[in-house]
Structure formats: C-alpha cells, structure tokens
C-alpha cells in the first residue's frame, strides 16, 4: 500500500504560481511513477503529467506544456508540481497518483494508489 497527500492547493489570481506537494507513505516511493491528474467540476479526471520513477523521464498534457513542472524527492518521498502563469481554466482539484509500471503512462486506470485532491482555483 502507498498512502499519497497533496497539500498546496489555494486561490490564486491569473497568471499567479503555485507549487503542490504530494507526499507519501509505505512502500518504496522511489518504485513508483508519478503523475498528476485535475478534474473540474462536471467534468471527467485529466492528465497533467508524469514523471517516472528515477525522474528521468517527465511528461505534459499540452495544455500545461511549458507552465508547468512536474519533480520528485525520492528522498523525502514527495512529487511536486510547479504552476506558473496560471489560467482561470486550470481550476480544478489536482491529485497525485502513483503506478507500479516503468516509464510514462497516461490513462487514470495505470495508476494504483490515489491521493485524495487539493483545490486549486484561479481567478481572472
């Protein structure tokens, strides 16, 4: 079992900056891709990105591509995401997940532990 918290989450004016956390628990973090998923009201969970597990490898959906950074600690156990230049249409809770798998993967359903969301929201 991998336990996963995300903290970080705020209002936040457009074109402001954010940097969420995740952290987690239990077994070896450092085993474990990562991504980060956001779903806003009414709408389904998205891909936002991805890192793998010795954080060689990162991965954007194109609408973040260039504002946001996704890193990781695999010593302190912690995945990060940076937002810069934040738009009102990346409101949205974030979560963080984490997948038994090598490399990069998209779909929701790759990942086996889930975090449970922290609200960003960003006015115009």
């Known amino acids: 079992q991998v336990q996963l918290v995300e903290s970080g989450g705020r209002l936040v004016q457009a074109g402001g900056s954010l940097r969420l956390s995740c952290a987690a628990s239990?077994?070896?973090?450092?085993?474990?891709?990562m991504g980060w998923f956001r779903q806003a009201p009414g709408k389904e969970r998205d891909f936002v990105a991805a890192?793998?597990?010795?954080?060689?490898?990162?991965y954007y959906a194109d609408s973040v591509k260039g504002r946001f950074t996704i890193s990781r600690d695999n010593d302190k156990n912690t995945v990060y995401l940076q937002m810069n230049s934040l738009k009102p249409e990346d409101t949205a809770v974030y979560y963080c997940?984490?997948?038994?798998?090598?490399?990069?993967?998209?779909?929701?359903?790759?990942?086996?532990?889930w975090g449970q969301g922290t609200q960003v929201t960003v006015s115009s």
């Open positions: 997940a984490a997948g038994a798998f090598h490399g990069i993967m998209v779909p929701t359903t790759m990942y086996d532990y």
């Open positions: 239990g077994r070896t973090f450092s085993s474990y891709a």
């Open positions: 890192i793998s597990w010795s954080g060689g490898s990162t």
